[in-house]
């Protein structure tokens, strides 16, 4: 999206986050499709130390003029996108890819209330407004899976893991 609106000519402004710096992906690809890149880690291993709301505040709270923000990535960070731009009216799109299981909507692994009416991110989505993603229950109702993912993983790793790490 960054490249083709780029291509548009319109001004993009790209945050990228992670934990730390060894989790960063896209960093080249991310600044050739943007006029300005800013590199977040929550360890200040690369770039600020900072989570990615605190730039996009500032970005906000300056004299630049922004349209729209675009947020992929976990869904407690996008609720916290949506939550820093509402105050300045900035229409924010979320992308809930996260949340899919089968891309049919047969299973409602991605159900989501949006404005009030359940979605289904693999069919109507993934991209929402998300000033209006009720993003309590969404991030409730993927928390009642954390025991059963937990106890996957355990297997998993038990069993030895991906061949891929080795």
Request: proline share 3%; aromatic share 8%; net charge neutral.
């Amino acid at each position: 999206m960054a490249k083709a609106l780029k291509e548009l000519g319109a001004n993009v402004v790209s945050i990228i986050g992670s934990r730390n710096k060894d989790l960063l992906f896209f960093e080249d690809e991310m600044e050739k499709a943007s006029h300005k890149l800013i590199v977040t880690t929550d360890d200040g291993s690369k770039g600020q130390k900072a989570l990615v709301t605190v730039p996009l505040k500032e970005l906000l709270e300056s004299t630049e003029k922004f349209d729209f923000v675009f947020s992929v990535g976990p869904v407690i960070m996008m609720r916290e996108v949506a939550k820093a731009t509402k105050p300045f009216g900035v229409k924010t799109i979320v992308s809930l890819n996260p949340v899919m299981v089968d891309g049919t909507g047969m299973c409602g692994a991605c159900r989501v209330s949006v404005g009030g009416a359940t979605k289904f991110g693999c069919v109507d989505g993934p991209d929402f407004d998300g000033h209006e993603v009720d993003f309590d229950l969404l991030m409730k109702r993927l928390g009642s899976f954390k025991k059963m993912e937990a106890e996957s993983y355990e297997a998993w790793q038990k069993k030895g893991g991906c061949s891929c790490h080795k």
